[in-house]
């Protein structure tokens, strides 16, 4: 009997270690593919600089379905830094698609305090809807930076991105 009730307990824990692993699998997040683009920045009173943004963006979900909205988001770093302090900011980034179709969508994001001398990150967020079945490419666009500083008040920084622009993210649309 307690060989018996060994051997259940030893199964009854199998089948719930395995019902975890299969639980665990399902639960994969989204990937996130790592990028790293050049751009030029044109700032107030300072002309061009050149600018590195690396990141990452995700589609979700992926695979996707035609006609049903895909959400990006886009994690971001930046080697553009303020000069001074800055209160606030908001950016727009211009996502374009290519491959199975060509579209440009847009991701928008906010952020508070950014202390002199130090890079703007952050997270931006939206939406795409795919209308033709196959496989998308996604590359950064034009990216716009607005800052509220208290010397200055808004500022508007806008970048432009350096070719060749690398694949941030690829999406298959079912």
Known sequence: MIRSLARRVAIAS????????????????????????????TLPLQ???????????????????????????????????APVDINSWSATADIDASGAETAT???????????????????????????????????GGNVTINANVALLGNVTVPCTPNEPRPVAETLTVN
């Open 47 to 81: 002309g061009d600089q050149n600018v590195t943004i690396t990141g990452s963006l995700t589609a979700s979900p992926n695979p996707a379905t035609v006609n049903t909205p895909t959400s990006f988001q886009l994690h971001f770093s930046s080697s553009l830094s």
């Open 105 to 139: 969508f847009q991701l928008t994001g906010s952020g508070g305090a950014v202390p002199a001398n130090q890079s703007i990150s952050g997270d931006l967020a939206g939406e795409w809807t795919p209308t033709t079945a196959g496989t998308d490419q996604f590359q």
């Open 14 to 41: 199998t089948v719930a270690t395995m019902g975890a692993v299969g639980a665990i699998a399902m639960q994969v997040p989204a990937h996130a593919a790592d990028f790293s683009a050049d751009y030029t920045c």
